[in-house]
C-alpha cells in the first residue's frame, strides 16, 4: 500500500513466522456507521440488562434504610454486619461451604479417573458411561432432588438410619453434581491434547507410566484445577437439588437466601446475597486463568 | 550412529495395505527421503521404524540390533514431528533436558549436552521461555536440539518443514542439511514436498501407493526413472506413445512421427522427454525435430514455459532459459518452430 | 507395543475400573432414584399415603385438571417466550462477539459468564429490587411523572418473563457465539459483492451456516426456562405457577408422590419432545448441505 518498511523489521516479520490464523474476521469500516453504532448500543444495553441484578443487590446492600426505598437517605455498611453475624446465614454459609469443597475433591477424582479410563482405554460401552455420567446435565434439578429425597426415605426405612436431611446425604447428591462438569472439562482438555507430544515423550526415551506421570498429566493440570474451581461454584449456588435434602437446622447459603425472600426484600438480604457474589464471582476469575469458560458452558 | 536395513516392511489396517515390501538398506551418516504424495505410505513406514506402529510382517534393524518389536523408548532414534510436538508446560531447556534424563545421562554431562544442543540451533538464549512464547521456526529448532541432545543413533524427521512459511522453510532445511553433515546423522527425512528432497537428500525413495517406486541419488531418479509414475511425479515430463519399429527409432501412435532413440530397446510403449531438454527454433536441429505452433508462451522471470501444438495435434511442454529478448523472438504465440531434442534426452518405458 | 496397550485386554479393565466409581455414584445415587420416581407416577395415592400399583389415575387426574393443565401451559408460554426473546435479543450480541476484534473481548465473555456463576436466586432478588413496588423502576416512572402509583409488576407472568430471560440469555449468547467464531465471515463479503444487500446476505448466507448454532441455542435454553424454579418462585409467587415449583410442593408437601411423580414425567418428556422437535426443525429449514 505504498508503506516503506524497514530491511530490519522485514527480517524479524520473516522471523515472527506465521502461526496462521483461520478466518481472521474482516475488518472494515460499515458502509452505514449508524448500524454499527445502534448494534454497539443494542450490545450494551443487553449486558446492562444482564448484569443490572447483581448491580442492584450489590446497590441495595449500602443502603442506610431497612426498608427498600429510592432514593436511599443515605449509604452504610452495618447490613454486612448482620449478614456475617447472623447464625442463620453463617451456618448456611458455611454448610455451603463445606458441602462444596467436600463435593468438588470427590467428584473431581472420581471424575479424572474415569476420563482417563474412558479415553485413555477404549473399553467396550464407554460411550455408554461417558454419557451416563453426563446425564445429571440433563435432569431437572428439581426433579433429581425430590427423586432422591423419596429414594432417601426409602433407604431410611430400610436400614433403619437417618439419611434425609443429613450432611452426607447432601454430599452425595452434590457429588453427582460435580462429576458431569468435571468430566466434561477434563474430557475436552484430554481430546484437545496433541498426541505427538506424548509421541515425542516416548520417543526420547519415557516408558507409558513416566509419559503418563510427567507429559499427560501435567498438560492436564489446568483443566484439572478448573474443573475443581467450576465444581465448587456449581454445588456452592446450588438449589434446585438440595431444597428438598436440606434438614432442619441444616440448611445451605442459595436456601437460606430464598427462603428469606419469600417474606422480605431489605438490605440485610442484598448484603449477604453480595457477599455470595463476591465469593463466587473471585472463584470464576481466578477458575478463567485456567480454562476458557466461554466453551465450557 | 548407525546404519538402519528394512526387509521387506508391510503393515496393513484391516483389510487395506497401507505399506507393503519396504526395503531398504541406509548407510551410516546417510540421509535418504521418503517422497511422495499423501496416502503413499512414507509416514506409516517412518512411524513404523520409530516404533510407533507395529508392522504386519518384515524386520528393521537398527545397527547390528533387530529392533522391529521393540518398545519406542528402548530404539533410541530422535524424531522431529510436524507440529513440533514440545512440551507446554516445559521451558525449552527442560524439553532438551527430557531425553537427557530418560536416557540416564549423569547430571553434570546432561547440562553440557543440553547447552551444545541449543548451541548448534542457535536457541541458547531463548532456554528459559516456554514454547508459546516462541514462534514456529523456533520451535521447530528447540524440537531438532530436543532429539539430537539424546545422540539418537537414527534421526527421524517427519515433514518438519511443512507448518513453516516459505522463507523459513529454506533456512531450517539448510540448518539439518548443516547440522546431519556434521554429526555424520543417519537420516530419514518425510516429505512430499520434491524440490525438499531434491535438495538435501543423498539418496530419495519414492513412494506411491504404499510401495517404493524406486529409491536412488535425485539425479538418478530425475534423469532416469524407472516408471512413468516417478517421471511424472518428479518435475515435468512430456510423454509420447508409440512403439518401436527398428532398433533406435520410435514411430508415435498419432501421425506415425519417428523419433530416434537411444539402445536397441524393443519393448518401448513409452517415450519421455524433459521440457528443460527441448529446444525450440526456427531450422530443424539436431537428431529430433518435431514441426509445431507456439501456442502459449509464459513468461516467468528465469524461463520461458512455452507450450507448442504439434502438427501431430499434441502439446508439448518446453522449459527454455531467459537469455534475453532478442533470443526468444521466435518465440511468440503463433509462430511456427521446431520442437529439438537428442535421442539421449528420450527416457524410455516399458508401460 | 506401547500403542497398543490401550486395546489390550489388561488396558481395558484398567479403564473399566478407573470409570467404575464414578459410574456407580451417578448410577446409585442420582439415576435409580429417577428411575423409582418415575415408577411411582404410576402408584396411586390413597388417604395421604402412596400406595403400591400400576394406575395412570395421577396423568390421568393431571390432564383433566385446568388448574394444571393452565400450569403446563403456562410454563411452555413461558418458556416459549423466553426463548424467542433470548433468541431476538441474543443473536445480535452473540454476532458482535463472534466478529469483535477488540482486546477488551474475552472481558466481555467474562461479564457474560459472571451472572451464570453466582447464582438463579441472588438474580431473581435483583429482579425483585427492580421491579418490585418500591423498586427502581416504579422509583424511576415516578420520578419522571409517567406514572403516579405503583405498577405492579412483581408476581406477573412479565416479571417471571423477564427474569428467567434475564438468566438465559448469556448461555444462548456464549453457546451461539462459540459457533459463530468458527465462521469464516468473508462468505457474508463474498455475498454483498455479488450483489446483495446486507440483510439478503444475513439472510441467505449467514443464518444458515450459523443455524446449528442457534438451534443449540434454543434448546438448551428452552430446557431452562421449562425447569426453572427460583425465578418463577421469587418473581411469579401466586401470580403464576409453574411445572417445576407445582411438582416440588405435591411431593414435599402435599405429600402426593405419585401425582408429584407424574408432573416429574410430564414435564421431562415434554421438554425432551419440544426440544427435539426444534431442533429437528431448525435443522431441516436453515441447515442446508452442510459437509465439513
Given at each position: ?15 515472527a513466522d506465521a502461526r496462521i490464523t483461520p ?74 461451604l463445606?458441602?462444596a469443597i467436600i463435593a468438588s475433591l470427590c467428584g473431581v477424582t472420581l471424575g479424572v479417573a474415569a476420563s482417563l479410563g474412558i479415553i485413555r482405554y477404549a473399553f467396550?460401552?464407554n460411550n455408554?458411561v461417558n454419557t451416563l455420567l453426563l446425564?445429571p446435565l ?36 452434590h457429588i453427582c453434581l460435580t462429576i458431569p462438569w468435571t468430566v466434561r472439562l477434563v474430557s475436552a482438555s484430554m481430546h484437545g491434547l496433541d498426541p505427538s507430544i506424548v509421541e515425542a515423550a516416548r520417543n526420547l526415551g519415557a516408558n507409558s507410566r513416566v509419559a503418563f506421570w510427567r507429559i499427560t498429566l501435567p498438560m492436564l493440570r489446568p483443566a484439572i484445577v478448573a474443573a475443581t474451581l467450576f465444581s465448587f461454584v456449581v454445588s456452592f ?42 465469593l463466587l464471582g473471585v472463584v470464576m476469575l481466578v477458575t478463567d486463568r485456567f480454562v476458557k469458560l466461554s466453551q465450557v458452558v | ?42 509416514t506409516?513406514?517412518l512411524r513404523m521404524i520409530a516404533g510407533f506402529i507395529e ?12 529392533v522391529?518389536?521393540m518398545p519406542v523408548h528402548k530404539r533410541n532414534t530422535g524424531m522431529v514431528f510436524q507440529r513440533y510436538a514440545l512440551f507446554p508446560h516445559m521451558t525449552v531447556s527442560q524439553n532438551v533436558l527430557f531425553g537427557l534424563e530418560m536416557h540416564k545421562v549423569e547430571p553434570t554431562e546432561r547440562d553440557k549436552r543440553m547447552r551444545t544442543a541449543l548451541d548448534m540451533v542457535r536457541m541458547s538464549s531463548f532456554h528459559d521461555r516456554y514454547p508459546r512464547q516462541l514462534s514456529g521456526g523456533q520451535q521447530q529448532r528447540v524440537a531438532i536440539a530436543r532429539a539430537l541432545a539424546i545422540q539418537p543413533r537414527v534421526f527421524l524427521l517427519d515433514e518438519p518443514l511443512s507448518n513453516l ?7 531450517v ?17 518425510v ?161 | 507395543m506401547d500403542s497398543a496397550d490401550k486395546n489390550a485386554p489388561q488396558g481395558r479393565r484398567v479403564g473399566a475400573s478407573l470409570a467404575f466409581p464414578a459410574s456407580v455414584m451417578v ?78 473481548k474475552s472481558l466481555?465473555i467474562i461479564?457474560?459468564v459472571f451472572?451464570l456463576m ?56 456464549l453457546?451461539?457465539?462459540s459457533?459463530?467464531e468458527g ?110
Amino acid at each position: 500500500m505504498g508503506q516503506l518498511k524497514q530491511v530490519s523489521e522485514l527480517q524479524t516479520a520473516a522471523d515472527a513466522d506465521a502461526r496462521i490464523t483461520p478466518f481472521p474476521a474482516p475488518h472494515r469500516k460499515s458502509r452505514v456507521p449508524w448500524v454499527a453504532w445502534l448494534h454497539r448500543t443494542f450490545v450494551v444495553l443487553m449486558y446492562l440488562f444482564m448484569l443490572s441484578p447483581l448491580i442492584f443487590v450489590v446497590w441495595l446492600s449500602f443502603f442506610k434504610d431497612a426498608i427498600l426505598y429510592f432514593p436511599p437517605s443515605g449509604y452504610t455498611l452495618s447490613w454486612y454486619h448482620k449478614a456475617v453475624t447472623d447464625s442463620a446465614f453463617v451456618n448456611g454459609f458455611l454448610t455451603s461451604l463445606q458441602v462444596a469443597i467436600i463435593a468438588s475433591l470427590c467428584g473431581v477424582t472420581l471424575g479424572v479417573a474415569a476420563s482417563l479410563g474412558i479415553i485413555r482405554y477404549a473399553f467396550k460401552g464407554n460411550n455408554l458411561v461417558n454419557t451416563l455420567l453426563l446425564s445429571p446435565l440433563l435432569v431437572p434439578g428439581i426433579v433429581a432432588g425430590v427423586a432422591i429425597y423419596l429414594a432417601y426415605l426409602q433407604v431410611e426405612n430400610l436400614l433403619d438410619m437417618d439419611v434425609v436431611g443429613t450432611y452426607g446425604g447432601l454430599v452425595l447428591a452434590h457429588i453427582c453434581l460435580t462429576i458431569p462438569w468435571t468430566v466434561r472439562l477434563v474430557s475436552a482438555s484430554m481430546h484437545g491434547l496433541d498426541p505427538s507430544i506424548v509421541e515425542a515423550a516416548r520417543n526420547l526415551g519415557a516408558n507409558s507410566r513416566v509419559a503418563f506421570w510427567r507429559i499427560t498429566l501435567p498438560m492436564l493440570r489446568p483443566a484439572i484445577v478448573a474443573a475443581t474451581l467450576f465444581s465448587f461454584v456449581v454445588s456452592f449456588e446450588n438449589l434446585e437439588l438440595s431444597l428438598s435434602l436440606v434438614g432442619p437446622g441444616r440448611t445451605t447459603l442459595p436456601i437460606a437466601i430464598m427462603q428469606y425472600l419469600e417474606f422480605n426484600l431489605d438490605p440485610t438480604i442484598a448484603a449477604v446475597s453480595a457477599i455470595q457474589i463476591l465469593l463466587l464471582g473471585v472463584v470464576m476469575l481466578v477458575t478463567d486463568r485456567f480454562v476458557k469458560l466461554s466453551q465450557v458452558v | 550412529m548407525a546404519k538402519v536395513s528394512i526387509d521387506r516392511l508391510k503393515k496393513t489396517f484391516g483389510s487395506a495395505v497401507a505399506v507393503s515390501d519396504f526395503s531398504l538398506d541406509i548407510a551410516d551418516g546417510e540421509l535418504v527421503a521418503f517422497l511422495g504424495p499423501s496416502g503413499c505410505g512414507k509416514t506409516t513406514t517412518l512411524r513404523m521404524i520409530a516404533g510407533f506402529i507395529e508392522p504386519t510382517t518384515g524386520t528393521i534393524r537398527i545397527g547390528d540390533d533387530d529392533v522391529t518389536r521393540m518398545p519406542v523408548h528402548k530404539r533410541n532414534t530422535g524424531m522431529v514431528f510436524q507440529r513440533y510436538a514440545l512440551f507446554p508446560h516445559m521451558t525449552v531447556s527442560q524439553n532438551v533436558l527430557f531425553g537427557l534424563e530418560m536416557h540416564k545421562v549423569e547430571p553434570t554431562e546432561r547440562d553440557k549436552r543440553m547447552r551444545t544442543a541449543l548451541d548448534m540451533v542457535r536457541m541458547s538464549s531463548f532456554h528459559d521461555r516456554y514454547p508459546r512464547q516462541l514462534s514456529g521456526g523456533q520451535q521447530q529448532r528447540v524440537a531438532i536440539a530436543r532429539a539430537l541432545a539424546i545422540q539418537p543413533r537414527v534421526f527421524l524427521l517427519d515433514e518438519p518443514l511443512s507448518n513453516l512459511d516459505a522463507k523459513l522453510r529454506l533456512e531450517v532445511r539448510e540448518e539439518i542439511r548443516d547440522l546431519q553433515r556434521n554429526l555424520g546423522l543417519t537420516t530419514i527425512f518425510v516429505t512430499h514436498d520434491q524440490e525438499e528432497a531434491l535438495a538435501i537428500a543423498d539418496r530419495m525413495a519414492i513412494m506411491y501407493d504404499g510401495k517404493i517406486q524406486q529409491i536412488g541419488s535425485p539425479e538418478e531418479l530425475y534423469e532416469r526413472p524407472d516408471n512413468l509414475f516417478v517421471a511424472d511425479f518428479l518435475g515435468k515430463m512430456n510423454f509420447f506413445e508409440g512403439k518401436v519399429s527398428e532398433a533406435g527409432k520410435f514411430i508415435t501412435t498419432s501421425h506415425q512421427r519417428e523419433i530416434f532413440i537411444d539402445g536397441t530397446e524393443r519393448n518401448v510403449q513409452k517415450i519421455g522427454v524433459r521440457p528443460e531438454r527441448i529446444t525450440l527454433s526456427a531450422q530443424p536441429q539436431g537428431s529430433n525435430a518435431l514441426t509445431g505452433v507456439v501456442d502459449t508462451a509464459i513468461y516467468l522471470g528465469s524461463i520461458l514455459d512455452v507450450r507448442v501444438r504439434l502438427d501431430s495435434g499434441e502439446f508439448v511442454s518446453a522449459q527454455l532459459p531467459n537469455r534475453g529478448s532478442e533470443h526468444a523472438q521466435h518465440i511468440s504465440e503463433g509462430a511456427r518452430v521446431h520442437a529439438c531434442f537428442e535421442p539421449k534426452d528420450c527416457v524410455l518405458f516399458s508401460e | 507395543m506401547d500403542s497398543a496397550d490401550k486395546n489390550a485386554p489388561q488396558g481395558r479393565r484398567v479403564g473399566a475400573s478407573l470409570a467404575f466409581p464414578a459410574s456407580v455414584m451417578v448410577l446409585i445415587v442420582m439415576l435409580v432414584p429417577i428411575l423409582m420416581l418415575f415408577r411411582y407416577s404410576f402408584n396411586v395415592f390413597d388417604n395421604g399415603l402412596m400406595i403400591e400399583g400400576f394406575s395412570l389415575d395421577s396423568y390421568l387426574n393431571f390432564f383433566s385438571d385446568p388448574y394444571y393443565r393452565e400450569v403446563f401451559l403456562n410454563t411452555v408460554y413461558v418458556a416459549a417466550v423466553c426463548t424467542l426473546l433470548s433468541l431476538i435479543l441474543g443473536f445480535p450480541v452473540a454476532y458482535f462477539l463472534a466478529k469483535s476484534q477488540s482486546r477488551y473481548k474475552s472481558l466481555f465473555i467474562i461479564l457474560l459468564v459472571f451472572p451464570l456463576m453466582v447464582g438463579n436466586v441472588v438474580r431473581a432478588a435483583g429482579w425483585m429490587i427492580i421491579l418490585g413496588n418500591a423498586g427502581f423502576v416504579n422509583y424511576f416512572l415516578q420520578l419522571f411523572g409517567f406514572t403516579d402509583q405503583p405498577l405492579q409488576l412483581m408476581y406477573t407472568p412479565f416479571a417471571v418473563i423477564v427474569g428467567t430471560t434475564g438468566v438465559v440469555l448469556p448461555y444462548f449468547i456464549l453457546t451461539l457465539q462459540s459457533v459463530l467464531e468458527g465462521i469464516d465471515f468473508s462468505v457474508e463479503e463474498a455475498a454483498q459483492s455479488l450483489g446483495a444487500n446486507f440483510f439478503v446476505s444475513f439472510y441467505r448466507v449467514v443464518l444458515p451456516i450459523a443455524a446449528p448454532g442457534v438451534a443449540a441455542g434454543t434448546v438448551l435454553v428452552f430446557i431452562l426456562c421449562m425447569n426453572a424454579y427460583a425465578t418463577p418462585v421469587l418473581l411469579g409467587g401466586t401470580g403464576i405457577t409453574m411445572m417445576a415449583p407445582a411438582l416440588y410442593d405435591q411431593i414435599t408437601k402435599a405429600a402426593n408422590w405419585p401425582f408429584g411423580a407424574a408432573l416429574a414425567v410430564v414435564l421431562v418428556v415434554a421438554t425432551l419432545i419440544m426440544a427435539t422437535l426444534s431442533n429437528w426443525f431448525i435443522h431441516r429449514r436453515y441447515v442446508k448441505t452442510m459437509v465439513s
